[in-house]
């Protein structure tokens, strides 16, 4: 079962500065000079906060994994909602950068940049977390309103539609991971196999897809090998041996039942922002939930 939130993508607008007294009473600072001096570092630490982020809004977005699956040497170890301020005119000068672009750092540059506590790393970011970050980013930077063009289920007719992204829901890590603190899950396949595999990272995720893409050009094979690139990289051990051999040879073998179970496994625990709503299409009238495609214009709106 997973659990489902509303609310977690929904943005508002808080104002986090704290409130600190400047007010000083000469007779307490004779009484109270710890407090005084107290007092004026956490007021100073505020002009700077300030000064720092030159009041651009800033928000606490809850992340999806609620930092399980972190271990405790990571600044996002048991960490449920991560700081960042709003994107600026800059940060889309680092979203536009060709150099950028073409390198494939743009997203994880901006990233770096607009979270606030700076001991995180982006690439250990799982990919739910940094999803709920960038549609965040998204939101408050460019609108809820996202227009893509898709192909009608029923009458395969290309329209356009308007997704609503602060209606998108979140769903959360609901099982434990094997040891606190640490990215490692266990699932019993249907012959009987245990296996243990982790969530991947973006930087795991975007080198399984560059590998794709290479093997693609490489065999110019019309059959993905999708699913099994990425099962060597996500499960991490095989009823308890953990070499990687092993665990390739295991991969290629394993048969259709276990690999449709393991999916649908991975389906219903892996934290995410679900990218589903419902679409109607303006042609035929056809109504259902379908994925909504992430394209350029998610970060690049045309207009
Ligand atoms: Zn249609």
New binding site residues.
Partial sequence: MSEEKTASVQFEDENNEEQVSTDINPQEINENPEKYARQMAESRATEYDQMAGFSVPRDFVMIPSKGRVYPPTSALHNVEEVEVRHLTAADEDILTSRALLRSGKAMDTMLANVIMNKQIRVEELISGDKNALLTFLRITGYGPEYPVEID?P??D?NVKHDFDLSQLKMKFLDVDPVQEGENRFNFLLPSGIEIEFKLLNSAEDAKITEEQEKARRATNSPIDKVVTTRYKTQIISVDGKDDQIFINNFVNTMNLRDSRAFRTYLDEIDPDVIMKQDFK?P??G?GEEVEIPITVGFFWPES
Avoid: D, S
């Fill in positions: 009608c029923a009458c007719e299409c042609m035929c056809h």
